[in-house]
């Protein structure tokens, strides 16, 4: 079993930042890629950053270049780094470890 413990999620004006952290508990071994998906209201859930054990990233376009997922492997925390807001980044956003495992969300929400 794997718990995730997502925090730093928050209300904060257009063109501001924010940091999300996950933090991973339990077993971690099999768990080869960690991301983050987020959630609009009336919306699908979407995918918006992936990184690997290895390192490798992977963006959805709309947040490339403003967003950045990065992981620190000795404390099993993955960190989105979300520059540039835009209301549109409005959403409840997951941690997600491997493929069946998912924090309970973090509301961050844009204001124009």
């Known amino acids: 079993q794997v718990q995730l413990t997502e925090s730093g999620g928050g209300l904060v004006q257009a063109g501001g930042s924010l940091r999300l952290s996950c933090a991973a508990s339990?077993?971690?071994?099999?768990?080869?890629?960690m991301g983050w998906h987020r959630q609009a209201p009336g919306k699908q859930r979407d995918m918006v950053a992936l990184?690997?054990?290895?390192?490798?990233?992977n963006y959805a376009d709309s947040v490339k270049g403003r967003f950045t997922i990065s992981r620190d492997g000795a404390k099993n925390t993955v960190y989105l780094q979300m520059n540039s807001l835009k209301p549109e980044d409005t959403a409840v956003y997951y941690c997600?470890?491997?493929?069946?495992?998912w924090g309970q969300g973090t509301q961050v929400t844009v204001s124009s």
């Open positions: 997600r470890a491997g493929d069946n495992y």
């Open positions: 339990g077993t971690l071994f099999s768990i080869y890629r």
């Open positions: 990184i690997t054990r290895g390192g490798d990233t």
